[in-house]
């Protein structure tokens, strides 16, 4: 199975830009990479998802290295409602829908 | 409104007694997964499902069962639930595998 590696923590200040990185050095080819983040006592939001190109959404971008070997998440201006838990996981067709969430990184923001 | 709906939010039962966890979605997503969320562990697979009638294992099975008689409804089923099945359990739904998942609030169990 296709496993992430994330930090376990990261701390930003708010209103400035957050890079949040994700190995997954064993990803297939089909592999997508889907990022999304859990607020305390909720259940896991999606955030951004992409199979080569570098993405953009109105949450985040996404930039995927050109050996796919890893990815970055990227929040333009960090707010505290960004403080969460993100999980960088691998979803593919040929694993049958079996899916491995690794710790997830734990953002604190501060004012 | 798009949404994955579970019930009950917080169930408490005891040891041995039958319960059954609700899922339902609106969105005639193909895929549907539960998923386990334990302090220290993280999200964990329980069972996921591709399509109606077709259900398979995920990471951490046993002692749960699943159906999947209708495209929207997954509902999850403990026959003889223990006391290490106390946990937050997650309902999960995508139009296919390579889609995006779309979660439901959660249901907080506690087997005493």
């Known amino acids: 199975d296709a496993k992430t590696t994330q930090p376990n923590s990261m701390e930003s200040n708010e209103e400035e830009p957050v890079h949040l990185p994700c190995n997954h050095s064993?990803?297939?080819?089909?592999?997508?990479i889907h990022w999304y983040r859990q607020l305390p006592s909720q259940g896991p939001e999606y955030v951004i998802h992409?199979?080569?190109s570098n993405v953009n959404n109105r949450m985040a971008s996404l930039a995927i290295a050109e050996d796919r070997k890893s990815s970055t998440l990227i929040l333009h201006r960090a707010t505290l409602r960004d403080a969460a838990v993100y999980y960088c996981?691998?979803?593919?067709?040929?694993?049958?829908?079996?899916?491995?969430f690794g710790q997830g990184t734990e953002l604190s923001v501060k004012p | 409104e798009a949404q994955v709906t579970q019930n009950p939010r917080y169930l408490i039962t005891v040891t041995g007694k039958k319960l059954t966890v609700t899922c339902s979605q609106n969105?005639?997503?193909?895929?549907m997964s539960w998923y386990r969320q334990d302090p220290g562990l993280g999200l964990r697979q329980i069972y996921y499902?591709?399509?109606?009638?077709?259900?398979d294992k995920g990471d951490v099975p046993e002692g749960y069962k699943v159906s999947r008689k209708e495209k929207r409804n997954f509902p999850l089923i403990l026959e003889s639930p223990s006391p290490n099945q106390t946990s937050l359990y997650f309902c999960?739904?995508?139009?296919?595998?390579?889609?995006?998942?779309?979660f439901g609030s959660g249901t907080q169990l506690s087997v005493l």
């Open positions: 999960a739904s995508s139009l296919a595998v390579r889609e995006k998942l779309f």
């Open positions: 064993t990803i297939s080819g089909t592999d997508y």
């Open positions: 992409g199979l080569t």
């Open positions: 996981i691998l979803r593919d067709d040929d694993q049958g829908g079996k899916l491995i």
């Open positions: 969105m005639n997503h193909e895929y």
């Open positions: 499902s591709m399509n109606v009638e077709v259900t």
